[in-house]
T-cell receptor, first 115, second 114 residues
Framework: KNQVEQSPQSLIILEGKNCTLQ??????????LRWYKQDTGRGPVSLTI?????NTKSNGRYTATLDADTKQSSLHITASQLSDSASYIC??????????????FGKGTKLSVIP | GAGVSQSPSNKVTEKGKDVELRCDPI?????LYWYRQSLGQGLEFLIY????????KSGLPSDRFSAERTGGSVSTLTIQRTQQEDSAVYLC????????????FGSGTQLSVL
């Protein structure tokens, strides 16, 4: 069964500090992995996408890494801001074929940035 | 529209009643998805529409759930004879096509069944 496990479940950090969120997946073969940010009461918004051949992808203060051999990804947030408080969701798409649109979502990491 | 629009944003209903949730996708997006997000759980796939093709209903949890998409645009998710376990946030998303699976989500409908 395809699974995506995220850790930690929740995290509290001080404003200005860095943090790293983890995602382990069992989806194989896989096409790509996305990190989404979900603010409270809103729908998820895509931050980054990585294919199996990519190791790192940045979007401003967000940097995602991918190790396709160990099936692990991380999302690093630099110089955190209060507006980074949200849930971060790791989403994996299986390789192209029937049902490849059926994405596997992690449960998310709830990040709280405090002043 | 500028984004995916869902209505209502909140719905409180009594057990046994039927509810209809609406989703208006981004104009030009051919793919539309419904997901359910329960507290502390990952998004659960419900149903998928792509253009004029038959929808993939494999994620619908029971025959009380149904969805339609009229004219390839607006979609409604109907839950009949609601149960307390149906309480969740129902999220709609759209994408340009199946090949482009970057999803654009609406803000969801928070359904509470009393």
């Amino acid at each position: 069964k395809n699974q995506v496990e995220q850790s930690p479940q929740s995290l509290i950090i001080l404003e200005g500090k860095n943090c790293t969120l983890q995602c382990n997946y069992t989806v194989s073969p896989f096409s790509n992995l996305r990190w989404y940010k979900q603010d409270t009461g809103r729908g998820p918004v895509s931050l980054t996408i990585m294919t199996f051949s990519e190791n790192t992808k940045s979007n401003g203060r967000y940097t995602a890494t991918l190790d396709a051999d160990t099936k692990q990804s991380s999302l690093h947030i630099t110089a955190s801001q209060l507006s980074d408080s949200a849930s971060y969701i790791c989403v994996v798409r299986p390789n192209s074929g029937a049902g490849s649109y059926q994405l596997t979502f992690g449960k998310g990491t709830k990040l709280s940035v405090i002043p | 529209g500028a984004g995916v629009s869902q209505s209502p944003s909140n719905k409180v209903t009594e057990k046994g009643k039927d509810v209809e949730l609406r989703c208006d996708p981004i104009s030009g997006h051919t793919a539309l998805y419904w997901y359910r997000q329960s507290l502390g759980q990952g998004l659960e796939f419900l149903i998928y529409f792509q253009g004029n093709s038959a929808p993939d209903k494999s994620g619908l949890p029971s025959d009380r759930f149904s969805a339609e998409r009229t004219g390839g645009s607006v979609s409604t998710l109907t839950i009949q004879r609601t149960q307390q376990e149906d309480s969740a946030v129902y999220l709609c998303a759209s994408s340009l096509s199946l090949a482009n699976e970057k999803l654009f989500f609406g803000s969801g409908t928070q359904l509470s069944v009393l």
